[in-house]
């Protein structure tokens, strides 16, 4: 966990930054934990990531265009070097807060990095949980509860929340439920959605979050804005549960089988949504699907007991890519070239 005098710190940063620029991953943690840092501090620009696996040197434009005065990384697992050394060479302060697996502490040395595992007592909590405890804006705990239920995490004012908005969730312990079963899962879907638009789109989407002040206007559609980004949600939902369907059929055909390996193609790429559905659906398979996007493909796991992080060492130790994530969910990308052996190697690991 990050300790007081680290959140102290985040904190501190912030608010000495007149005009921050956020850099957060393309998904509701990522675009929670902006949302949050952004309206405490009523200042600052967003810039979702969609590079994958990690924020790269064709972002560093960014930095002079908006003319920032500090960089947040939120989310990202990987950053890569170039990005790091042109933004060190601007000599603007750089505050990386993730969750994911730690750096060499050789690469994150001139800059300041925050993540709950470095601590004593390790812990992955979300980084919209870690971005609600920097600021404790109460009136914005819906958005870090978006965060970390879309991150599969129940965090502990999830109940008292229940209490007070019984139309919007049913408390539970367990994420999936909350995720697939309630009002604030299908926020959540809407802008998981919103953020696989079109650019022009998703900078319309993110204006609209930072000044909405509650996930109510977003179901009711109460206002064009809300209106627009629901029209769309529904636009791409239509394409998702075709897709979700095809998922289920096969999983259905492969019947006791461990594993659901599945894989489609076109404009969506939303494989990780599809991943989240599908265990859910079938909780005791590893699910596997995979997004063919030209010459590569990426790849969303999901299980409930392995730890997808050494299966992906296992599978990929000699096929080119990149893969990492969580325990129970990781992410990977090979060549349209290598999916075969991809899938066979999972086949082989998995009995």
Known sequence: MLSQKELLKIRTLLEASQNPLFFFDNDVDGLSSFLQLARFLGRGKGVVIKSYPGLDEKYVRKISELKCDSIFILDKPIVSPEFLDAAKQLALPIVWIDHHGLQDPEFVKDIHYFNPLKSSKPSSEPVSYWCYQVTRKKEDEWLA??????????????????????????????????????????????????????????????????????????????????????????????KYEKLLERAKEAGREEGSARVLFFSYGGDLS???????????????????VGYLNGVRVNISLRDGKLDLRKLLDDVMHDIPGNHGGHEHACGATVSASDLEKFRERVFDEVK
Do not use: W
């Open 270 to 288: 939303i494989s990780a949504n599809l991943s989240n559905e599908l265990l859910y659906n079938f909780p005791k398979k590893l699910i596997v």
């Open 145 to 238: 509860l978006l965060g970390c239920i879309a991150d599969y995490y129940v965090p502990a004012f999830a109940k008292e929340f229940a209490k007070g908005n019984p139309e919007l969730l049913s408390y539970s312990e367990e994420p999936a439920r909350l995720l697939f079963e309630s009002k604030m899962g299908k926020v959540i879907k809407i802008l998981e959605f919103s953020l696989k638009d079109k650019t022009s789109n998703v900078i319309k989407m993110m204006k609209f979050m930072q000044r909405v002040s509650s996930p109510h206007t977003i179901l009711n559609q109460d206002g064009k804005d809300a209106e627009f980004i629901y029209s769309r949600f529904e636009r791409i939902n239509r």
